[in-house]
Structures are given as C-alpha cells and as structure tokens.
C-alpha cells in the first residue's frame, strides 16, 4: 500500500504547544506542535472512544481526558494506563506554509 501526503493544515494555525484534531478521508488524526516540530498520530484513545485532541499536551506527551492515559507524540508509544495499545504514527512533511500528513493511499 502507498502513501499520499494531505494537506491538512498551515503552520500558523498551530502554535508550540498546541493540538488539534484533523480528518483524513473521515479519519480523526492529532496534530501537535512540539518546540516547532509537528507530529501526527492517530485521534483516538486505543483505551477508549475518546478524542485525544480535547486532552492535554504536556511537552511531547498527550494525555487522555477520558482515563489519563498517556501517549508519546513522538513515538505512538502508550505510557500510563489504562491503554495498553500504541498509536499509529503518521509522517509529517512541511511546504513553505503548509503541513502535510503521510496517510495511507485507498485508491
């Protein structure tokens, strides 16, 4: 299978710190900003049915706002349970203004 860079954003609507929750082909992706670096994972909590963008960025980690679970941005990597699953990560790829996401190609 391929990947297709998307864009999904432009780099000013993202300050250090900050995330936020992007839909790739109605997929719910996490982008957040790390020092200036962008990382993407998957938006959803493998514990739970929950939005990791309404959760809280604390350096490179996300935590759930559902049961606390913690994720690193960087990796997927899962850190506190309850999760027990990683994230599936996504590249990230900047142009000029604009971000793009690696994302699996359906076609």
Known sequence: MTE?????AKIGELSPGG???VEIEGHPVLLANVDGTFYATDDIC??????LSSGFLEGDLVKCPLHNSRFNVRTGTVLE????????T???????????????DSR
Do not use: N, Q
């Open 81 to 88: 349970e309850p999760a027990d699953e990683d994230l599936k």
């Open 90 to 104: 996504y590249a990230v790829k900047l142009d000029g203004e604009d971000i793009f996401i690696a994302f699996p």
């Open 46 to 51: 493998t514990h739970e049915d929950a939005s």
């Open 19 to 21: 995330m936020t929750r």
């Open 4 to 8: 297709k860079f998307v864009k999904v």
